[in-house]
């Protein structure tokens, strides 16, 4: 039996990725990727059972390296205020420093693989968040509503900002880049807009 080449795996989860975001979850396979790494096709198997097997394994890999960002310094206990600043900072760090791993993430959410990468993530993301949301409608500092409405207000404007950023321009075609100003302000109105 051939040992497991760490070195290997690492080009191949890479590759993989980058193979994803470029070609879509319909455009990838396991022969195009081999022949990409440079490496045969049995070999991807040794590492992998199949082409699910390597996708899901990225995805709860990449996404326990996302749950580690979005709870760095972060505690359950912090004010609402100072808690969403952290979740925005932490968000936006995570999508800077890993933009290919945040563009596969994009396509999984439209994916077949979601639920068994959701099933994973969330273990790891919901009990801290949870935490923090109870402490902080229990303090007065939010009224309760559905998760559905806190997402929509809490999180999709930032999702904009950083989708006009990525593709340089906003609504109607105009040239955009972030910047912290923008970043800050648009919390600040969604903060607004959340507190009671």
Not at 48 to 67: S, V
Not at 123 to 146: C, D, L, Q, T, Y
Not at 164 to 193: A, R, Y
């Amino acid at each position: 039996m051939r040992v497991r080449d760490e070195d290997k795996v690492k080009l191949v989860k890479q590759k993989a990725l980058e193979s994803i975001v470029k070609e879509g979850f319909e455009g990838f396979s396991m022969n195009k990727l081999a022949k990409i790494c440079g490496i045969s096709v049995a070999t991807l198997y040794i590492y992998y059972k199949d082409k699910d097997d390597l996708i899901i394994t990225i995805a709860k890999e990449e996404g326990n390296k996302m749950a580690d960002t979005l709870i760095r310094n972060f505690d359950p206990s912090m004010s609402f205020e100072e808690g969403m600043r952290t979740q925005w900072k932490n968000r936006y760090t995570y999508i800077l420093e890993n933009p290919l791993a945040n563009s596969f993430f994009e396509q999984l959410r439209t994916s077949t693989y979601q639920a068994r990468f959701l099933e994973d993530f969330m273990k790891k993301f919901k009990a801290v968040i949870s935490e923090f949301m109870h402490g902080v409608v229990a303090r007065g500092e939010m009224n309760p509503m559905p998760l559905e409405v806190f997402w929509s207000v809490a999180y999709a404007p930032f999702y904009s900002l950083v989708r006009f950023d990525k593709e340089g321009q906003s609504i109607g075609g105009k040239p955009f880049k972030m910047t912290d100003e923008v970043l800050w302000q648009t919390f600040d109105l969604v903060i607004k807009g959340l507190k009671n």
